[in-house]
């Protein structure tokens, strides 16, 4: 079965534009989540989905968005790039947010670097 | 959100086992125990959770206390492949984000 998949892997982009991510769930999932990694603020969660509706958010700026599409695949989008977003963005899916089987497994992520 | 305490490192000699300690004393009923470890330069893993029974599984096994105040994450022979940082987090029955915190840094010696 293959694993959580997140494109791309790296990325660069200059301050003030925007930047789409795309997450591919493990089949048969249909919770995806989204987090920030950074050396100063660790793993911090963005948003999560389930059913092409967030469920939940995370305490960042409106410039931090996503959605998800009926195939439980998601994007996130951030818009007016700042050189502090520069970060490792990691995706996770779950078979549903609720009930025992909530386990979480995570793509190896992308890498924005914005300069 | 309920909180977890874990130490900021520890250190452990391969091939021995290893346990990793967790406190969460405002632990809800239906609160999930939750361990997932990251190795270096990869995205987070998940170990193994567990609501009031021990669990094993193929990668380690979770010891909870009666109180479920506390939780035992053991690796039963460490290997260097083990050297990463370990999460403990409680996960609401009703989903919700996974709160990481610092977690413990393992470090594993040949």
């Known amino acids: 079965k293959a694993g959580v998949t997140q494109t791309p892997r790296y990325l660069i982009k200059t301050r003030g534009q925007q930047v789409t991510l795309s997450c591919s769930p493990i089949?048969?999932?249909?919770?995806v989540s989204w987090y920030q990694q950074t050396p100063g603020q660790g793993l911090q969660f963005l948003f999560e989905?389930?059913?092409?509706?967030?469920?939940n958010k995370g305490n960042f700026p409106g410039r931090f968005s996503g959605r998800q599409f009926s195939n439980s695949r998601s994007e996130m989008n951030v818009s007016t790039l700042e050189l502090g977003d520069s970060a490792l963005y990691l995706c996770?899916?779950?078979?549903?947010?609720?009930?025992?089987?909530?386990?979480?497994?995570f793509g190896q992520g992308t890498r924005l670097t914005v300069v | 959100d309920a909180k977890t305490t874990q130490p900021n490192s520890m250190e452990s000699n391969e091939e021995e086992p290893v346990h990793l300690p967790c406190n969460h004393s405002?632990?809800?009923?239906?609160?999930?125990i939750h361990w997932y470890r990251q190795l270096p330069s990869q995205g987070p893993e998940y170990v193994i959770h567990?609501?009031?029974s021990n669990v094993n599984n193929r990668m380690a096994s979770l010891a909870i206390a009666e109180d479920r105040k506390s939780s035992t994450l053991i690796l039963h022979r460490a290997t260097l492949r083990d050297a990463a940082v370990y999460y403990c987090?409680?996960?609401?029955?009703?989903?919700?984000?996974?709160?990481f915190g610092k977690g413990t840094s393992l470090l594993v010696t040949p």
């Open positions: 996770a899916s779950s078979l549903a947010p609720y009930g025992e089987r909530t386990e979480a497994f």
């Open positions: 089949s048969g999932h249909r919770s």
């Open positions: 989905y389930f059913s092409e509706t967030q469920r």
């Open positions: 405002t632990i809800s009923g239906t609160d999930y």
């Open positions: 567990g609501l009031t």
């Open positions: 987090i409680l996960r609401a029955n009703s989903g919700y984000a996974l709160n």
